[in-house]
């Protein structure tokens, strides 16, 4: 074919491989490259370009990690059909009413939660409201926020002084301060092969360079880290000790310690996500109570508590708690004073520590039903998490489950929007079990994925599975 992109219209300066990936993706959106097309070979792509071969197979690679290409071996590269948003992990805001949708990792909506709901609402229809609606400062939030946020934090075994403590818009832009506080465009920042999209996200937005480490149950392994760091300058490591998403890895009490002594030898900042640290009952250590000067920590409560309390907070270096707050204030002021006063008021009267015993209860129902509809398949389903990680039948890809599953009324995510650059796909999806839906529609949902995965993927007319 003859599509030629034009790479200096998009962001001159930025990477070649970079600006390729986001011609190819912009040109996708645009129709100049439709659904089924084969793209140029590496080698005629580069003569074309005039770069290197190995600058076209890193812009392809890219795209088929966002779910916009795709390799087949013997035949080449082609635009994929795009089933979701995100490869899977977004679904459309126009889905059918009838989907059962296990894509989005959501803490469970019932009866208490609700009860809860209606009840601040109640109570704040009666408060003076001086504190938390006719101010906008301070940016990192309010003195009693920060310190009902403190005791929070040690209620799950982090110490902290309100000082270094900032009041965010959920776990996501506490994630996205502490990058921004640290690392200039050409950084490197580290991860697992697997990692929250969200972090592949801020590496697009950031302009930073994002490698992937290799994994175990717990996570990142500290003999990779430290070979990593022994041959590259590496700025950060953004990582989830608890239930890492998406494979549910659980760091133990040593693994976090070797990670902290790693990036105390080598001057590696830690960024650590705890989203779903209330969740797990195991009294672990944060990795940032090791190394309190190299350590961010991101926790909300979005995951344990309430989806739509996007409430967080961030635990800054005490070196950087004004560079945080400036960023902060640039960005978004100060977070919403309303939802604080709601995340505080129920850490103070004992309703958030309730609804995460709420929360634990019912994924360990949850993640029951898994064991019991898919019991050889689950590679991993901590008894607390909201989510399971499941291998596919080697008969099935996964685009071709996802397609299968959505025509049957069931949405799940396979594994490219968690993908760091090189990563082995591993023919795996995560299955969500949270948001509004009750167990006896995850039953249905669990019973039309096992069926599906005993039986054997359609043959298109080309001859190739489908």
């Known amino acids: 074919m003859a599509w030629t992109p034009n790479l200096e219209r998009l962001h001159p300066g930025v990477p070649k491989h970079k600006a390729l990936a986001e011609a190819i993706v912009s040109d996708i959106g645009k129709g100049l490259l439709n659904s089924g ?36 071996v013997g035949r080449g590269t082609f635009v994929r059909t795009r089933l979701t948003e995100g490869a899977g992990s977004y679904m459309l805001d126009n889905r059918p009413q009838d989907l059962i949708d296990l894509s989005i990792v959501r803490a469970a909506y019932g009866f208490e939660q609700e009860k809860a709901s209606r009840q601040i609402f109640s109570d704040l229809s009666e408060s003076d409201n001086a504190a938390w609606m006719r101010s906008c400062r301070p940016v990192a939030g309010t003195e009693w926020h920060r310190a009902v946020g403190s005791k929070w934090l040690s209620s799950h075994g982090l110490e902290v002084p309100g000082e270094r403590l900032v009041i965010t818009n959920g776990g996501s832009q506490g994630l996205f301060l502490a990058l921004s506080s640290i690392i200039q465009s050409d950084d490197v920042v580290l991860t697992g092969s697997l990692t929250d999209h969200g972090v592949i996200g801020c590496a697009n937005v950031l302009g930073f360079t994002l490698r992937g480490l290799p994994t175990d149950e717990q996570g990142v392994l500290p003999d990779a880290l430290d070979n990593f760091c022994r041959h590259t300058k590496v700025r950060a490591l953004v990582c989830t000790p608890t239930y890492s998403n998406p494979t549910g890895a659980l760091a133990g009490a040593q693994r976090r310690k070797q990670i902290a002594q790693v990036a105390e030898h080598h001057g590696v900042y830690v960024i650590e ?56 204030r640039v960005t978004g002021w100060m977070a919403t004073p309303l939802l604080a006063e709601i995340a505080s008021r129920w850490v103070e009267d004992g309703t958030a520590a309730h609804l995460v015993a709420v929360q634990r209860r019912e994924m360990r129902a949850r993640q029951q039903l898994v064991t019991k509809a898919l019991g050889e398949q689950v590679i991993r389903n901590p008894v607390n998490w909201l989510a399971a990680w499941v291998s596919v039948p080697d008969y099935w890809s996964e685009e071709a489950l996802l397609q299968a599953l959505r025509e049957r009324g069931v949405a799940v995510t396979i594994s490219d929007p968690f993908m760091t650059l090189g990563a082995n796909r591993p023919n795996a999806i995560r299955i969500c079990l949270g948001g509004q839906i009750d167990r006896m529609r995850l039953e249905e949902a669990l019973e039309v994925i096992r069926e599906t995965f005993q039986r054997y993927p359609a043959i298109n007319a080309t001859g190739f599975l489908s």
Not at 44 to 65: D, G, I, M
Not at 275 to 281: A, F, Q, S
Request: charged share 20%.
């Open 37 to 72: 097309d084969r793209m140029p070979t590496h080698r005629a792509l580069a003569q074309r370009l005039k770069v290197s071969v190995q600058t076209v197979s890193a812009a392809y690679r890219e795209a088929e990690r966002l779910g916009y290409l795709q390799g087949e």
């Open 273 to 328: 996500d705890e989203v779903y640290r209330p969740l797990c009952p195991d009294a672990l250590p944060a990795i940032a109570s090791f190394i309190p000067e190299l350590a961010f920590y991101c926790t909300s409560f979005t995951k344990s508590v309430l989806t739509g309390l996007r409430t967080g907070y961030l635990v800054v270096p005490t070196s950087l708690t004004l560079r945080v707050a400036s960023i902060l």
